[in-house]
Antibody, heavy 123, light 107 residues
Framework: QVQLQQSGPGLVKPSQTLSLTCAIS??????????WNWIRQSPSRGLEWLGR?????????DYPVSVKSRITINPDTSKNQFSLQLNSVTPEDTAVYYC?????????????WGQGTLVTVSS | DIQMTQSPSSLSASVGDRVTITCRAS??????LNWYQQKPGKAPKLLIY???SLQTGVPSRFTGSGSGTDFTLTISSLQSEDFATYYC?????????FGGGTKVEIK
């Protein structure tokens, strides 16, 4: 059974960096049949995919243009986890953040999710 | 980006009712369409993947259909535990995008 356990602060000041970690059990971050994603949800923006990292002969990342200049998703093979860093945050980045595993190759359905972390951007 | 539009945004129904939710993509996405259920305070739960494949453990009263731009999620006989918000999601192209959700409420 795959489990994803999120950790990280719930309060971040404007202009600072939001950092979250997702620890994986029951699977490997280096799996060649999965991708590891971050998704956020807010009342104003709904569910928004933030990006993914996956291993296929080398490490790959995909990000939407909307956050590409501010975001980094990194795998940590030594701890079997992956992380999210979002720079220069504003109150618009306030949301519940989820990590999720995607299966199905290019089809990418999210079959396992973390518990969610409410991150508030406020001074 | 591919826009996903769900309708209705909310509906009221009774236990035992047949419920249909529609999702329309702004361009053809073949069958690269997934459905999720979300209850308050919880992460979304995968129900249907690749348009019509039922995720393991999901009751058979949930069915998905469609291809191209038009998709439906049908609940054949609504149960009390099905009152929730439902989302579609396309995986045809990056960025992966979700619909705005359909909230199913008790009539």
């Amino acid at each position: 059974q795959v489990q994803l356990q999120q950790s990280g602060p719930g309060l971040v000041k404007p202009s600072q960096t939001l950092s979250l970690t997702c620890a994986i059990s029951g699977d490997s971050v280096s799996s060649t049949t999965a991708a590891w994603n971050w998704i956020r949800q807010s009342p104003s923006r709904g569910l928004e995919w933030l990006g993914r990292t996956y291993y296929n002969y080398k490490w790959w990342n995909d990000y939407p243009v909307s956050v590409k200049s501010r975001i980094t998703i990194n795998p940590d093979t030594s701890k079997n986890q992956f992380s999210l860093q979002l720079n220069s945050v504003t109150p618009e980045d306030t949301a519940v953040y989820y990590c999720a595993r995607a299966s199905g190759g290019s089809s990418s359905w999210f079959d396992y999710w973390g518990q969610g972390t409410l991150v508030t951007v406020s001074s | 980006d591919i826009q996903m539009t769900q309708s209705p945004s909310s509906l009221s129904a009774s236990v035992g009712d047949r419920v249909t939710i529609t999702c329309r993509a702004s361009q053809s996405i073949s069958a690269y369409l997934n459905w999720y259920q979300q209850k308050p305070g919880k992460a979304p739960k995968l129900l249907i993947y690749a348009a019509f494949s039922l995720q393991t453990g999901v009751p058979s009263r949930f069915t998905g259909s469609g291809s191209g731009t038009d998709f439906t999620l049908t609940i054949s006989s609504l149960q009390s535990e099905d009152f929730a918000t439902y989302y579609c999601q396309q995986t045809y192209s990056i960025p992966l995008t979700f619909g705005g959700g359909t909230k199913v409420e008790i009539k």
